[in-house]
Protein backbone atom coordinates (compact mmCIF):
# COMPACT_ATOMS: atom_id res chain seq x y z
CA UNK A 1 0.00 0.00 0.00
CA UNK A 2 1.52 3.27 -1.15
CA UNK A 3 2.27 6.02 1.59
CA UNK A 4 1.91 10.27 0.09
CA UNK A 5 3.51 10.88 -2.94
CA UNK A 6 4.87 13.98 -3.53
CA UNK A 7 6.90 15.20 -6.88
CA UNK A 8 9.34 16.64 -7.85
CA UNK A 9 11.93 15.86 -4.85
CA UNK A 10 13.51 18.72 -5.62
CA UNK A 11 12.93 22.01 -7.21
CA UNK A 12 15.36 25.26 -7.93
CA UNK A 13 13.27 28.44 -8.91
CA UNK A 14 14.00 31.85 -9.67
CA UNK A 15 12.72 34.75 -7.67
CA UNK A 16 9.69 35.51 -9.10
CA UNK A 17 8.56 32.53 -10.64
CA UNK A 18 5.51 30.33 -9.71
CA UNK A 19 5.93 26.66 -8.74
CA UNK A 20 3.76 23.55 -8.62
CA UNK A 21 4.10 20.95 -6.57
CA UNK A 22 2.15 17.85 -6.21
CA UNK A 23 0.65 15.04 -3.93
CA UNK A 24 -0.71 11.30 -4.24
CA UNK A 25 -2.48 10.71 -0.64
CA UNK A 26 -2.28 7.59 1.10
CA UNK A 27 -5.10 5.18 -0.59
CA UNK A 28 -7.96 5.54 1.16
CA UNK A 29 -7.23 8.54 2.38
CA UNK A 30 -9.86 11.74 1.08
CA UNK A 31 -7.96 15.14 3.30
CA UNK A 32 -4.94 16.46 2.26
CA UNK A 33 -3.23 19.04 4.53
CA UNK A 34 -0.23 20.75 3.44
CA UNK A 35 3.04 22.53 5.45
CA UNK A 36 5.97 24.50 5.02
CA UNK A 37 9.10 23.75 6.53
CA UNK A 38 12.44 26.11 7.27
CA UNK A 39 15.13 24.67 7.84
CA UNK A 40 15.35 24.04 11.45
CA UNK A 41 12.03 25.29 12.79
CA UNK A 42 8.65 22.53 12.78
CA UNK A 43 5.97 22.18 10.25
CA UNK A 44 3.78 25.03 9.38
CA UNK A 45 0.57 24.52 8.17
CA UNK A 46 -0.71 25.93 5.16
CA UNK A 47 -4.01 24.53 3.84
CA UNK A 48 -6.07 21.54 4.20
CA UNK A 49 -8.08 20.29 1.31
CA UNK A 50 -11.39 18.16 1.82
CA UNK A 51 -13.75 17.07 -1.21
CA UNK A 52 -11.91 19.72 -3.85
CA UNK A 53 -12.16 22.25 -1.37
CA UNK A 54 -10.79 24.78 0.96
CA UNK A 55 -11.32 24.07 4.08
CA UNK A 56 -8.79 25.47 6.82
CA UNK A 57 -6.14 27.49 5.75
CA UNK A 58 -3.19 28.66 8.21
CA UNK A 59 -1.29 32.66 7.57
CA UNK A 60 -0.13 31.84 4.41
CA UNK A 61 -0.36 34.79 1.83
CA UNK A 62 -2.59 34.37 -1.22
CA UNK A 63 0.20 33.43 -3.49
CA UNK A 64 -0.48 30.03 -2.01
CA UNK A 65 -2.81 28.36 -2.85
CA UNK A 66 -4.31 24.91 -3.98
CA UNK A 67 -6.28 22.42 -5.65
CA UNK A 68 -7.87 18.72 -4.97
CA UNK A 69 -8.92 16.85 -7.58
CA UNK A 70 -11.41 14.06 -7.83
CA UNK A 71 -8.90 10.90 -7.30
CA UNK A 72 -8.04 13.14 -4.02
CA UNK A 73 -4.64 14.21 -5.24
CA UNK A 74 -3.49 18.01 -4.67
CA UNK A 75 -1.72 20.53 -5.88
CA UNK A 76 0.19 23.47 -4.35
CA UNK A 77 0.41 26.44 -6.14
CA UNK A 78 3.17 29.16 -4.92
CA UNK A 79 3.53 32.59 -7.09
CA UNK A 80 5.58 35.26 -7.26
CA UNK A 81 8.27 33.09 -5.48
CA UNK A 82 10.34 34.57 -2.82
CA UNK A 83 14.00 34.13 -1.52
CA UNK A 84 12.02 33.07 1.77
CA UNK A 85 9.61 30.41 0.51
CA UNK A 86 12.92 28.45 0.15
CA UNK A 87 12.09 25.25 2.38
CA UNK A 88 10.54 21.80 2.68
CA UNK A 89 6.77 21.39 1.54
CA UNK A 90 5.64 18.68 2.39
CA UNK A 91 2.01 17.17 1.86
CA UNK A 92 -0.24 15.09 4.72
CA UNK A 93 -3.27 13.03 4.15
CA UNK A 94 -5.70 11.59 6.45
CA UNK A 95 -9.20 9.99 6.88
CA UNK A 96 -9.74 9.76 10.53
CA UNK A 97 -6.91 9.67 13.22
CA UNK A 98 -3.63 10.82 12.79
CA UNK A 99 -1.93 11.51 9.47
CA UNK A 100 0.78 10.51 6.95
CA UNK A 101 2.83 12.24 5.66
CA UNK A 102 5.05 12.44 2.24
CA UNK A 103 8.76 13.12 2.34
CA UNK A 104 8.58 16.12 0.95
CA UNK A 105 9.93 18.61 -1.78
CA UNK A 106 12.90 20.52 -1.30
CA UNK A 107 11.98 24.37 -2.76
CA UNK A 108 14.70 26.34 -3.28
CA UNK A 109 14.62 30.10 -4.60
CA UNK A 110 17.39 31.76 -6.16
CA UNK B 1 -5.63 24.79 19.73
CA UNK B 2 -3.46 23.87 22.80
CA UNK B 3 0.10 24.82 22.79
CA UNK B 4 2.93 22.87 23.61
CA UNK B 5 6.07 22.88 25.29
CA UNK B 6 8.93 20.50 25.09
CA UNK B 7 12.72 20.49 25.33
CA UNK B 8 14.45 21.75 22.65
CA UNK B 9 17.10 19.16 22.42
CA UNK B 10 18.03 15.75 24.14
CA UNK B 11 21.45 13.96 24.46
CA UNK B 12 21.05 10.10 25.48
CA UNK B 13 23.44 7.04 25.67
CA UNK B 14 22.55 3.47 23.06
CA UNK B 15 20.87 1.38 25.04
CA UNK B 16 19.24 3.77 27.55
CA UNK B 17 15.22 4.83 27.88
CA UNK B 18 14.28 7.93 26.74
CA UNK B 19 11.71 10.06 28.17
CA UNK B 20 10.35 13.30 26.33
CA UNK B 21 7.99 15.44 28.33
CA UNK B 22 5.51 17.47 26.74
CA UNK B 23 3.67 20.30 28.42
CA UNK B 24 0.07 21.39 26.87
CA UNK B 25 -1.85 22.99 29.51
CA UNK B 26 -4.64 23.94 27.64
CA UNK B 27 -5.76 20.78 26.25
CA UNK B 28 -9.28 20.49 25.32
CA UNK B 29 -11.69 17.54 26.70
CA UNK B 30 -11.96 16.64 23.40
CA UNK B 31 -8.31 16.68 22.51
CA UNK B 32 -5.63 13.66 21.52
CA UNK B 33 -1.79 14.10 22.26
CA UNK B 34 -0.06 12.80 18.92
CA UNK B 35 3.36 12.05 18.83
CA UNK B 36 5.68 12.13 15.57
CA UNK B 37 9.39 11.32 14.48
CA UNK B 38 11.05 13.13 11.66
CA UNK B 39 14.72 13.30 10.22
CA UNK B 40 16.43 15.98 8.32
CA UNK B 41 14.54 16.10 5.09
CA UNK B 42 11.64 13.34 5.67
CA UNK B 43 8.25 13.72 6.61
CA UNK B 44 7.14 13.09 9.74
CA UNK B 45 6.17 9.44 11.08
CA UNK B 46 3.50 9.12 13.19
CA UNK B 47 4.64 7.04 16.27
CA UNK B 48 2.01 6.83 18.88
CA UNK B 49 -1.23 8.50 20.07
CA UNK B 50 -3.08 8.53 23.17
CA UNK B 51 -6.16 10.33 24.95
CA UNK B 52 -5.66 9.29 28.76
CA UNK B 53 -3.37 6.64 31.16
CA UNK B 54 -0.87 5.05 28.83
CA UNK B 55 -0.57 3.69 25.41
CA UNK B 56 1.98 1.42 24.42
CA UNK B 57 2.90 0.14 20.83
CA UNK B 58 6.10 -2.00 19.42
CA UNK B 59 7.98 1.31 19.42
CA UNK B 60 7.12 3.85 22.69
CA UNK B 61 4.79 3.88 25.63
CA UNK B 62 3.04 7.54 26.15
CA UNK B 63 2.03 8.39 29.20
CA UNK B 64 -1.05 10.79 30.50
CA UNK B 65 -1.36 11.90 33.73
CA UNK B 66 -5.13 11.89 35.08
CA UNK B 67 -5.31 15.73 34.52
CA UNK B 68 -3.65 15.81 30.88
CA UNK B 69 -2.12 18.54 31.09
CA UNK B 70 1.29 17.00 30.47
CA UNK B 71 2.57 13.68 28.66
CA UNK B 72 5.74 11.35 28.09
CA UNK B 73 7.00 9.46 25.54
CA UNK B 74 9.43 6.88 26.41
CA UNK B 75 10.99 5.09 23.95
CA UNK B 76 12.93 1.94 25.17
CA UNK B 77 16.50 1.18 24.75
CA UNK B 78 17.12 3.66 21.67
CA UNK B 79 19.83 2.91 19.01
CA UNK B 80 21.52 6.16 17.27
CA UNK B 81 18.62 4.86 14.13
CA UNK B 82 16.65 7.15 17.23
CA UNK B 83 18.37 10.20 16.70
CA UNK B 84 15.67 12.70 15.31
CA UNK B 85 13.19 15.47 16.12
CA UNK B 86 10.24 14.81 18.26
CA UNK B 87 6.91 16.39 17.86
CA UNK B 88 4.03 16.57 20.41
CA UNK B 89 1.08 17.57 19.14
CA UNK B 90 -2.48 18.26 20.76
CA UNK B 91 -5.86 18.54 18.90
CA UNK B 92 -8.57 16.99 18.16
CA UNK B 93 -8.90 13.08 17.30
CA UNK B 94 -10.22 13.89 13.75
CA UNK B 95 -7.49 13.78 10.72
CA UNK B 96 -9.17 16.50 9.23
CA UNK B 97 -7.95 18.93 12.25
CA UNK B 98 -5.56 21.13 11.51
CA UNK B 99 -2.24 20.30 13.54
CA UNK B 100 0.01 22.99 14.73
CA UNK B 101 3.65 21.72 15.21
CA UNK B 102 5.92 23.27 17.35
CA UNK B 103 9.64 23.38 17.62
CA UNK B 104 9.81 19.77 19.02
CA UNK B 105 12.89 18.10 21.09
CA UNK B 106 16.12 17.21 19.11
CA UNK B 107 17.29 13.96 20.31
CA UNK B 108 20.71 12.79 19.95
CA UNK B 109 22.12 9.08 20.56
CA UNK B 110 25.23 8.82 21.37
CA UNK B 111 26.77 5.79 20.82
Known amino acids: DAGVTQSPTHLIKTRGQQVTLRCSPKSGHDTVSWYQQALGQGPQFIFQYYEEEERQRGNFPDRFSGHQFPNYSSELNVNALLLGDSALYLC?????????FGSGTRLTVV | LAKTTQPISMDSYEGQEVNITCSHN???????ITWYQQFPSQGPRFIIQGYKTKVTNEVASLFIPADRKSSTLSLPRVSLSDTAVYYCLVGDSGGYQKVTFGTGTKLQVIP
Open chain 2, 26 to 32: NIATNDY
Open chain 1, 92 to 100: ASSLDRGYT
